[in-house]
């Protein structure tokens, strides 16, 4: 599986961005998750989906927001009310991990390039 990861930018705080992960040929079968990585820090999860299930990472619940087309060909990111510390490069990841180890970076075997956010204040 390729993915392709877009959609990031510049954006003011408050504001809001969505991004794409496109798969090919298909993620049918994979979990797709987006993590995220901010300068000096450590890849994050932020939330994952595979058919109707998702798993969202606390710090984003209510912010951001999920979702697949029904081709199985591209996952979205919505991410409302974004805020500063929101600044980092944004990746997809294609895996098969349980719903508890969503979160577990090591779980995923396909990675997307990354796209970068960046809010300001």
């Known amino acids: 599986v390729q993915l392709q990861a877009s959609g990031g930018g510049l954006v003011q705080a408050g504001g809001s961005l969505r991004l794409s992960c496109a798969a090919s040929p298909t993620f049918s079968g994979y979990v797709i998750s987006w993590f995220r990585q901010a300068p000096g820090k450590e890849r994050v999860f932020l939330a994952g989906?595979?058919?109707?299930?998702?798993n969202y990472a606390d710090s984003v619940k209510g912010r951001f927001t999920i979702s697949r087309d029904g081709l199985n060909s591209a996952v979205y990111l919505q991410m409302n009310s974004l805020k500063p510390e929101d600044t980092a490069v944004y990746y997809c990841?294609?895996?098969?991990?349980?719903?508890?180890?969503?979160?577990?970076?090591?779980?995923?075997?396909?990675w997307g390039q990354g796209t970068e956010v960046t809010v300001s204040s």
């Open positions: 990841a294609a895996g098969r991990p349980a719903y508890s180890a969503y979160d577990q970076r090591g779980r995923y075997y396909y």
């Open positions: 989906i595979r058919g109707g299930t998702i």
